[in-house]
């Protein structure tokens, strides 16, 4: 079984992806925004370090926001079966992605000295994350919903329905040689 995934097909599918996890992106904005500044003008106003830990708190609860959208609705078609597991790398991803709101805050409060409520959300709400969403989407597509990694559960699930329990190899998704490559096809197809 040969799944070509042409070039064409490809960028068609990206655009409508794109704006539905900007979508979802949006909505985790405004949860990041609400719980980040409502903790900083509540429950963490005397609190050291308050920047700090709203960016993480607020962060978190939009991770959480985030990965019902994005699973759902932006990248439902490539969602994996095992939704632990799932959840576990999307997590992990944005783990990553939430160190780089925190350091850009950490720069403009602690190095910059530029310690005002509005230097605080631009530095976390608007640099952060515009850096932490381009990271997050690739990793999102290319690892948490890759459509490679759809695509070898589909080609699994024909193959034992029809027998056959061998691995399948990528080179049959892609229609790629330098995938089955010894190098995996690092220099690109």
Known sequence: MTIQNPPAA???RLLPQLIKFGAVGAVGFVVNLAVFNGLMLTVLSNVPHKT?????IATLVAIGTNWVGN???AFAKNRQENTAREGAEFFVVSLAGMAIP???VWVSHYALGFTSLLADNIAN???GLALGMVF???FYRWWVFSPERAGRRAARRTNRAAGDTRPVEPAVLTGSTLAAAPDGGLVGD
Do not use: E, H, P
């Not at 700090?52 to 993480?56: D, F």
């Open 10 to 12: 490809r960028k068609a």
């Open 71 to 73: 699973r759902y609705w």
């Open 102 to 104: 925190l350091l850009c």
């Open 125 to 127: 709400n608007v640099v």
């Open 136 to 138: 997050r989407f690739a």
């Open 52 to 56: 700090l830990i709203a960016t993480a």
